[in-house]
């Protein structure tokens, strides 16, 4: 597979919070963008909670098979607690085995006491048990004592970062579209009872299964607003679940955008960084002004690699609207429909 190395446009949190002009957003997601911007200058604790959360979701994926299926909920499509080979591959139609999820609703951002969105929501929306079915966390013992609480650290940490980017698209929109709510995407990515995370665990390949170029997540696009996304963190599973290693032992393995002329481009974040990618809400809220950016993730046929990253979908609550016709709970239905 032929791919160049993209420089996705690179700016400061203090510089975000000062507000960046319009042409540096028109180059991280417009017509010719790779649809992401990379925030560096995060706080200090950022670090450790991502070696934490990302190094876990190894001993996560190794729980025994009846303590993972206690994790699972299938009312919710699996997109609560555990998953795994629920999803099709986009290449094959078979179930996804390569890689394990761990959802979590993040409603406990607005509110800590939340594991799902407001009982409001949860009766209004009786039959989209998808986003309204609360968090299942594992027992809080052995190297998962603090992944409950690391977790929901993290997580605040980004959707506060994606809070301090969606004001900025917030101006760039309204400028082109009367129609826009003012603030409508900052406050939706602050107040959201529904925004999802979604911690990843991708399993080494064996001699058995060796990786294609997008089995370890084929090319999509997100259904969120934003997507907070942190730089991958690769484990050598052979010399145990705590092997971390400095950054991915094969080059060609990793995130690949299909920018806006077809063109494949893999796109490397920084371990200090987060990285927030446009997903189809945003295409949809903005009326087109913003693109949806389509990606995947191309394994490695190196036995014993593992790879772990925490995605955070910053979207509205079930009941906004999202265009002319539908809401989020409509529009989103309609997606996931389509991949399970």
């Known amino acids: 597979m032929a791919a160049s190395i993209g420089n996705p446009v690179t700016v400061s949190l203090e510089e975000l919070s ?41 001993n996560l994926a190794h729980l025994p098979e009846d303590e993972l299926l206690k994790l699972e909920c299938e009312e919710s499509m699996w997109l ?33 006491t939340l594991e799902g969105p407001s009982k409001e929501l949860q009766q209004e929306f009786q039959n989209f048990k998808t986003y309204t079915s609360p968090n299942i966390w594992p027992k809080p013992e052995g190297s998962l004592i603090d992944f409950e609480r690391d977790c929901k650290e993290l997580c605040n940490l980004i959707i506060d970062v994606a809070q301090v980017v969606a004001s900025n698209c917030d101006k760039y929109i309204s400028k082109r579209n009367n129609e826009y709510e003012e603030g409508f995407l900052e406050r939706i990515t602050k107040n959201s009872t529904c925004t999802k995370a979604r911690l990843l665990h991708y399993y080494p390949a ?38 971390a290693l400095d950054g991915s032992p094969d080059k060609e393995a990793g995130l690949y955008i299909r920018d806006r002329h077809g063109g494949i481009v893999k796109v490397n974040i920084p371990s200090d960084c987060v990285a927030f990618q446009s997903g189809s809400t945003l295409q949809e809220v903005s009326r087109g002004g913003f693109k949806a950016v389509s990606h ?38 309609r997606i996931l429909n389509s991949n399970h």
């Open 18 to 58: 000062n507000s960046v002009g319009d042409e540096l957003l028109n180059e991280a997601f417009g017509p010719d963008s790779l649809g992401i911007i990379v925030v560096k200058g995060l706080p200090d604790k950022f670090h450790e909670l991502r070696s934490k959360v990302l190094s876990s979701a190894s």
């Open 80 to 112: 609560t607690g555990w998953s795994r080979g629920k999803e099709k591959l986009a290449n094959s139609g078979l179930p996804d085995i390569y890689k394990g999820s761990f959802y979590m609703n993040c409603a406990f951002h607005k509110d800590s």
């Open 206 to 243: 064996t001699r058995t299964t060796t990786a294609n170029n997008d089995d370890w997540c084929g090319e999509h696009l997100d259904h969120s607003c934003l997507t907070g996304l942190t730089s991958a963190l690769f484990m050598d599973e052979s010399k145990g679940l705590t092997h």
């Open 296 to 333: 995947f993730v191309k394994g490695t046929s190196m036995e014993s690699i593992a790879r772990n990253t925490l995605a955070v979908f910053c979207q509205p609550d079930l009941n906004e609207k999202v265009n002319a016709t539908e809401n989020f709970a409509q529009y989103a239905d």
